[in-house]
């Protein structure tokens, strides 16, 4: 059984504030075990895309920096490009997000090194011997640092129907040809349900949607399964079969995460934030409506407890109305189900603790 240490929300002094509180965590879960002096020392995060506000707030990294830096060791903050055309495609356009987001060496007091290079080309294969990969593609940053700290924005996501931890670990720390391989479904068109626009072929980061006689056609080729398409239709004319692809989709995240921190036994923390729980991955260009209160902030060694405890918290909550939440609002039903009908966010913890990522079993600490 793995601890997991929680940090509520409530505050009436300095000593009880967010920023105080991340600090106490750090110590708390035994994070100063996992940094040693002289460390090059990741700070894995997600900047988000631009047009989101509901990353990880720069103050909040700034903590986990300066508890690095009185450890001996160098932090840095890292994410790797993205799969998609947007405005963290490749390490210049990130950069520029990163600050423009607030992660600017004066407020979050550490460079931000992009992991996978200028264009995503700098990465190394790593063994998992996994159900789908022998080998996974990890960002060549994340390997050369000595230890990592990994900072989640919990929330929802329409493939993983939740993403914490363990998502951060296998998209965040995978180059795009990494991403490419996880996204290897592909989506169909119900052609009596479309109807023309072409947001799908503006959207398609490899051009793989294209219109013929004022109907959408996938070219399957140039597809990597993103879901951008699936998003950008306002008619809901594009589809993944969710009967097939969830399960294994989940799996090749798990085994990728794995990989990202293969090397690194005993080397790694993870914090994950339960604020601003919205219905979608901070790589979207917008914030929705949070489904629940905001919880606290957690804390462990183990990516896969951290992310049952965080996903059993969200789920205790009373869930909003006039969000995207469509079901499921009493305390104790799954809230991500309620968001994403056809996702499965438990089979991510079991699969992921079967290939040997952690524990999904916990005990809560509240500090």
Same mark, same amino acid.
């Given at each position: ?18 920023? %105080? ?23 894995? !995060? ?30 840095? !903050?890292?994410?790797? %490009? ?25 407020? %979050? ?41 990994? /900072? ?6 329409? /493939? ?23 996204? %290897? ?25 294209? /219109? ?5 056609? /996938? ?144 005990? !809560?600490?509240?500090?």
């Amino acid at each position: 059984m793995a601890d997991v240490y929680f940090a509520a929300l409530r505050a009436r002094g300095p000593h009880e504030s967010k920023i %105080a509180k991340i600090r106490r965590l750090f110590d708390a879960a035994g994070f100063d075990g996992a940094i040693r002096p002289g460390d090059l020392a990741a700070v894995k !995060l997600h900047v988000g895309e631009r047009g989101c506000d509901t990353y990880v707030h720069p103050l909040f990294a700034r903590q986990v920096v300066d508890k690095i830096k009185e450890r001996g060791a160098q932090p840095f !903050l890292t994410d790797t %490009a993205t799969l998609y055309a947007g405005s963290r495609a490749d390490a210049v356009r990130h950069t520029v997000t990163a600050i423009e987001h607030g992660f600017a060496y004066a407020v %979050a007091g550490a460079p931000v090194i992009i992991a996978d290079g200028l264009t995503g080309g700098y990465w190394r294969e790593v063994a998992v011997g996994g159900k789908h990969f022998e080998r996974v593609r990890i960002a060549g940053s994340i390997l050369d640092a000595d230890s990592m700290i990994v /900072l989640s924005h919990v929330k929802g996501h329409d /493939l993983a129907g939740f993403g914490g931890a363990i998502k951060n670990l296998a998209m965040g720390c995978a180059p795009p040809s990494g991403k490419a391989e996880q996204h %290897a479904g592909r989506p169909f068109v119900e052609i009596e349900r479309c109807g023309g626009c072409g947001k799908c072929t503006t959207v398609c980061p490899l051009a793989a949607m294209t /219109l013929a006689d004022g109907r959408a056609v /996938l070219n399957p080729e140039h597809c990597v399964g993103c879901g951008d398409c699936m998003r950008s239709c306002p008619t809901g004319a594009i589809e993944f079969d969710w009967t097939t692809e969830i399960r294994p989709f989940i799996e090749r995240l798990c085994e990728y995460a794995l990989g990202a921190v293969r090397g690194k036994p005993g080397r790694v923390g993870y914090i994950n934030f339960l604020l601003n729980i919205t219905p979608d991955c901070d790589c979207v260009s917008w914030s929705d409506a949070a489904v629940v209160p905001d919880i606290g902030i957690l804390a462990s060694t183990d990516p896969v407890a951290i992310d049952r405890a965080s996903f059993d918290l969200v789920n205790s909550e009373q869930g909003f109305s006039r969000t995207l939440l469509a079901g499921n609002f009493a305390p104790g039903e799954d809230k991500f189900k309620g968001i994403w009908d056809y996702t499965d966010g438990r089979y991510q913890f079991a699969y992921a603790a079967g290939i040997g990522l952690g524990e999904e079993t916990y005990r !809560l600490i509240e500090v």
